[in-house]
């Protein structure tokens, strides 16, 4: 006879590569049902985009029919709760659990459209996700989610007004181009940018979210330092292209989130443009700009390599449409921007189980 006891014993010889402890020791086992032959469960995995679930499954069919009995009808259903390692109390963003800083050190990375489609592939998967346009001066995100001339509205919680971001194909937007006439330019001081950034984080309701990107500006400068001193960031994202120029400057972004005091993880490299593949020769790659520049750079660091985007029209395209490449059925790009989110997604996980809390940075601004 087919016992609970008995499967939760089976399934311990079944671990979860990333975290590299088996389902049962960490809780991810629920809801286990017995009929005769008949045995289903549900696996709660740590995130939505987790590559590795169609292993998982298959591993849990085959323990239970090894160790429990051979003639079992197993059945797992597969669901996912995002995890968090946030121990800051919560007073500031309270319902986000991880808050991902996507960064470049130069500009015209390609940064906004990391940030874009990281955003939308989390949420195609199933995850709650924001994106915060941090980028006071060049504001792109409102053009890359199609929402030019869109005004976000307030509502009232607990008796506070609060700015409602603008949500678009499932993910909640906010970024200055969304408050300002996007003809006219901003032009405004350190101090002034940066205030601007802190309401985006103390007066917008950005309700339960799993993952809140922010999309940074390049270099290092007052904005990046008020992120990291404002908010507690779960980890960076850093975006390359494979020339040496870009490097060069991506090194030092990772050099700042490294900093002691600011001591923020880097979750990994991603190498944008990092070849040319023509819509008629889709298994052809043309390396202009250089060849794995970025993998070189992860390894430099030790950290994570993300993969490689490459220059396919349809990403720019989508960008300049409002309708970003991970939407569209073009086999290249949107495998390349899945394959980066769940990596991404993945890593987020590892460093919750493996890393301290998050955490304000102590950095002090002058």
């Not at 390609?110 to 199933?126: D, P």
Request: glycine letters at 8%.
């Amino acid at each position: 006879m087919i016992t609970e006891e008995a499967v939760l014993k089976a399934l311990t010889n079944v671990d979860d590569p990333d975290l590299g402890k088996d389902l049962v020791t960490l809780n991810m086992v629920k809801d286990i049902k017995i009929d005769d032959k008949q045995v289903s469960f549900t696996v709660e995995l740590t995130t939505p985009a987790c590559p590795m679930k169609d292993m998982i499954r298959s591993a849990c069919v085959n323990a239970v029919k090894i160790f429990v009995d051979k003639e079992a009808q197993v059945t797992v259903n597969m669901t996912a709760r995002v995890n968090t390692n946030r121990k800051d109390g919560g007073a500031i963003l309270p319902g986000v659990k991880n808050i991902i800083a996507v960064a470049s050190g130069k500009g015209g990375v390609g940064k906004s459209t990391i940030s874009t489609n990281l955003a939308l592939a989390l949420a195609q998967e199933g995850a709650k996700v924001g994106i915060l346009d941090a980028d006071i001066y060049g504001p792109s995100t409102p053009m890359m989610f199609g929402l030019q001339g869109e005004r976000p509205m307030m509502r009232d919680v607990d008796g506070k007004g609060m700015i409602e971001p603008v949500e678009r194909f499932g993910v909640k937007v906010m970024s200055i181009g969304l408050l300002v006439d996007e003809k006219q330019a901003v032009i405004w001081r350190g101090p002034m940018a940066t205030s601007a950034l802190r309401q985006f984080i103390s007066d917008v309701y950005w309700g339960e979210l799993d993952y809140l990107i922010l999309d940074l500006p390049p270099g290092t400068g007052d904005i990046h330092l008020t992120m990291v001193q404002t908010i507690p960031v779960t980890g960076a994202v850093i975006v390359t292209t494979p020339q040496a120029v870009a490097m060069a400057d991506a090194k030092k972004a990772m050099m700042m989130f490294k900093q002691g005091q600011i001591n923020v993880p880097i979750l990994g490299v991603v190498e944008n443009m990092a070849y040319f593949t023509p819509a008629e020769l889709p298994d052809n790659k043309y390396y202009i700009f250089g060849k794995q520049g970025g993998q070189h750079l992860a390894e430099q660091f030790e950290v994570p390599f993300l993969g490689e985007i490459p220059i396919v029209q349809s990403i720019r395209e989508g960008g300049d449409k409002g309708f970003p490449a991970v939407l569209n059925d073009e086999p290249v790009s949107k495998k390349a921007f899945t394959d980066m989110a769940a990596a991404v997604a993945r890593n987020v996980a590892m460093r919750n189980a493996n890393l301290d809390p998050s955490r304000v940075s102590a950095i002090k601004l002058n």
